[in-house]
């Protein structure tokens, strides 16, 4: 059993921007020399977060909307009376989405469905440079 920790950078363009990484975590999936195993992608921060989706654009503005009818950014937030930032939105999202997802992977490939692609949601109100953490654990 071994495991490692490596790093994805993502530049996003905010506002609920959905960036697919699957390719990117199977490189490191399949980098890692691990036949085996599990590897779980996590973003720090709370205004990001990670999911599956058929990333085709129909269910990327369909994504969008959804985030937007839940906590829409015209909504009062107390998070923006405090920091005057003005993106409590995007920590609500966030927080509906969670930061981490796992994805077994079998002879180095990722069990993926066949439409199911591994996406970044950055909701925060500005462009970011995100980084993914991952730990790969297996055999």
């Known amino acids: ?3 490692l920790t490596k790093r994805i950078k993502v530049n996003t ?5 959905i960036v697919d990484i699957t390719q990117a975590v199977a490189s490191q999936v399949e980098k890692s020399g691990l036949r085996d195993g ?8 709370s205004t990001a977060g990670l999911t599956t989706i058929e990333y085709e654009s129909g269910l990327i503005k369909d994504v969008q909307r959804l985030f937007g ?3 829409s950014k015209k909504r009062d937030y107390l998070h923006n009376l405090r920091w005057h930032d003005g993106n409590g939105y995007s920590h609500v999202r966030a927080a509906l989405l969670g930061p981490s ?6 002879d180095k490939t990722l069990q993926l469905g066949t439409w199911q692609q591994i996406v970044l ?3 925060d109100n500005r462009p970011r440079s ?3 953490v991952l730990q790969i ?3």
């Open 69 to 71: 009818e839940l906590a």
């Open 1 to 3: 059993m071994a495991i």
């Open 13 to 17: 363009k905010g506002d609920t921007d």
């Open 101 to 106: 997802l796992t994805v077994p992977f079998v």
């Open 130 to 132: 995100r980084e993914i």
């Open 137 to 139: 654990i297996g055999e």
């Open 121 to 123: 949601i950055d909701f």
């Open 38 to 45: 599990t590897v779980t992608a996590f973003i720090p921060g």
